[in-house]
């Protein structure tokens, strides 16, 4: 959402997209980079806010991508959860936010029992939004609060898919040859997704120097930045393919007009999000087992 924005999205592996002036498209760039600064140097409070507010967008732009087939979705317990889950997670310790994770998906369960206007297939979009993005921007803000851990563990979400990224699209560019899914977006090649395997692998390096400045207690080794970054150059180009797929599924290009010449908040967290797993897991893996 942030990172990702300073590059334009950098979308296609092959070719650079649109012709939105480009002053326009990095001052926007430039203020989204600098709100995840402030993410960082102010702490929980300020990401839950920021990350409240994105889910809420989030929660509209999906809305309206499946609007654009017709399905109208019971969206009052997704709403719910996405205004109300950086205040649950300040509150509730460890995953205990959870709870109110599930309780709001069993009431879209039972609103489609008791609604016989509701479809089975509305239900499940609406569970869908419920995981993603919700789930994943609260495990997102979830790292963000781990204690010690918490700037590396975001920097790293967010600095791998984007360097991924950022190389794909110039090796795409330079050398691409061979399409990588052309079904789902016919610019992304093999060659860039190579590179974006390479790129994500830098940043965990990077990152792994970086955390010094501000950790304290704690420091995640090489070899765990080293894994992540791997990962994350893989799950982030599934995550920017899920993405594409809900779009031309919806025959929609944007999720939403809200930056302009970089979309909407989903078209720059698509990467990201898929990302979230990855750092949670392998951080939680190394405090239980490293």
Known sequence: MIFKAATGGLGGYNQPEGNVGM???????????????????????????????????????????????????????????????????????????????VVLTLIIMAEHVLNVRRTLTECFLSMVIMVYPLLLLALLLQLGLMEYLGITAL???????????TLAYFVGSAIGKRPLNPKISPKKTVEGSIASCFGSMLAGIAVYFLQFIWAQELILPFWICLIIGLLCGFFGQVGDLFASSIKRWAQIKDFSRLLPGHGGVLDRVDSVLFCVPVVYACTMLYLFFG
């Open 23 to 101: 002053l326009q498209r990095t001052l926007i760039g430039v203020l989204l980079v600098g709100l995840f600064v402030a993410m960082l140097v102010f702490g929980p409070a300020v990401q839950a806010i920021v990350f409240t507010v994105g889910g809420i967008i989030a929660v509209h732009e999906m809305k309206n991508a499946f609007s654009q087939k017709g399905y109208k979705l019971f969206l009052v317990p997704v709403y719910a959860f996405a205004g109300l889950f950086g205040l649950w997670q300040l509150l509730l310790p460890g995953l205990g936010w959870l709870l109110p994770f």
């Open 155 to 165: 920097l790293l979400a967010f600095a791998c898919p984007l360097l991924g990224d």
